[in-house]
């Protein structure tokens, strides 16, 4: 048995999934923040809790419009979602023309076309707390490309082939555990 010992309070060694949340600014604008504190909850049917600490835009906009994607990340984007992420959302020239972004099918919510699992989500009631606020949403759809779909492949196989992203410790990580870079080391490798 391997021996225990306590530490100061941390979620370091519990990787989550790394989504970036897209949203509408009041002009118009899309809007992607990089967020990871996202589960899973059953209240009649699928739903999803989200927590975002602090004041940005992002969490702006969806108290204000309630409509918002998620959009996973996958290690092709992770470059451009690291800099989405460590990027002023009140900066009018965050987007740029070479990240591409789609409408949503059913919600006012911009997409990021590369991200192969978007969910368009209400949310539907928040709980503030004292630096940060927990939103519960409703799935109003799911995009997810058709190859994913595809049952003749097996799931191992589907998800390799998307590489969805994961962090723990302030670091990005690859599906099969391979350290990808820190926060806020991307965003400069590739040209947006």
Do not use: H
Not at 48 to 72: H, P, W
Not at 139 to 159: A, F
């Amino acid at each position: 048995m391997n021996e225990k010992i306590s530490v100061p309070v941390t979620n370091d060694f519990c990787p989550q999934t790394l989504f970036c949340y897209g949203t509408y600014c009041d002009d118009g604008r899309p809007d992607f923040g990089l967020f990871c504190w996202f589960s899973y909850i059953w209240d009649g049917e699928l739903g999803v809790m989200m927590c975002i600490g602090d004041e940005k835009q992002t969490k702006d906009n969806i108290r204000k419009n309630k409509y918002f994607s998620a959009n996973l990340v996958t290690e092709k984007m992770l470059p451009m979602a690291d800099y989405l992420g460590n990027s002023d959302g009140r900066d009018p020239k965050k987007i740029t023309g070479n990240i591409l972004i789609e409408k949503g099918r059913r919600l006012e919510a911009p997409i990021l076309s590369d991200s192969p699992v978007v969910f368009e989500l209400e949310a539907v009631r928040s709980f503030p707390l004292n630096e940060g606020e927990v939103f519960f949403c409703k799935i109003r759809n799911v995009l997810m490309d058709k190859n994913l779909t595809d049952e003749s492949v097996s799931l191992e196989k589907r998800i390799r082939g998307i590489a969805p992203v994961s962090t723990t410790c302030e670091t990005y990580f690859s599906w099969g555990g391979r350290a990808l870079g820190g926060w806020g080391e991307l965003a400069g490798r590739e040209e947006r």
